[in-house]
């Protein structure tokens, strides 16, 4: 069974700075979608970025990118030019190719400091 | 706009009632998904529809555990004498093409607290 391992539960960021969240997984498939998203206190999860394991380029939304290490099954999320709106949970999830079901990692609470 | 209404947004019920969610796509979208996301975890997938049909269902799903959706269009998520262990969110989210192709889109949830 694949799974997702967030290793930081917690994680904290000055407002203007960068910070690094940390996704492993676990899947022996070759077709894959990997992904990030973000839940603010009491709101909906809603969609930061999106990789396709076929893609060697990593993916880009504007302050958001990754690092996708394929044989490393590494998937990181960096934030630039952090803001008070981006404290949230974070969840990284993968979803096999022709599969419909996402398998989510646990989770990492970002703090943003004014 | 999330895209999904879920309604109750919150829940409190008694061990061993019965309570039922429903989920409405604010537009037609042929997939729909239940998930169920418990304290300090992440979501994880209960069932799938593609329209009236459903296609595939977690072991997560007991028998206590049913979904329905009957047009095509809304779907209800309703658990049988529910238990202390079934207190979590449940989210409702949708197929998206806006992204690309296979992003889920999520609801708010329905939050069920079982006393």
């Known amino acids: 069974a694949q799974t997702v391992t967030q290793s930081q539960p917690e994680m904290s960021v000055q407002e203007a700075e960068t910070v690094t969240l940390s996704c492993t997984y676990d899947?022996?498939?070759?077709?894959?979608?990997l992904f990030w998203y973000k839940q603010p206190p009491s709101r909906q999860m809603i969609l930061v970025i999106r990789q396709e394991a076929y893609k060697q380029q990593n993916a880009t939304e504007n302050r958001f990118s990754v690092n996708f290490q394929k044989a490393a099954k590494s998937f990181s999320l960096k934030i630039s030019d952090s803001q008070l709106g981006d404290a949230a949970m974070y969840f990284c999830?993968?979803?096999?190719?022709?599969?419909?079901?996402?398998?989510f990692g646990k989770g990492t609470k970002l703090t943003v400091n004014p | 706009d999330t895209g999904v209404s879920q309604d109750p947004r919150h829940k409190i019920t008694k061990r061993g009632q019965n309570v039922t969610f429903r989920c409405d796509p604010i537009s037609e979208h042929n997939r729909l998904y239940w998930y169920r996301q418990t304290l300090g975890q992440g979501p994880e997938f209960l069932t799938y529809?593609?329209?009236?049909?459903?296609?595939?269902k977690s072991r997560l799903l007991s028998d206590r555990f049913s979904a329905e959706r009957p047009k095509g269009s809304f779907s209800t998520l309703e658990i049988q004498r529910t238990e202390q262990g079934d207190s979590a969110m449940y989210l409702c989210a949708y197929r998206d093409r806006g992204f690309g192709a296979n992003v889920l889109t999520f609801g708010a949830g329905s939050r069920l607290t079982v006393l």
């Open positions: 999830a993968y979803r096999k190719g022709g599969s419909e079901k996402l398998v």
């Open positions: 529809f593609q329209n009236e049909a459903q296609l595939e």
């Open positions: 899947t022996s498939e070759s077709d894959y979608y």
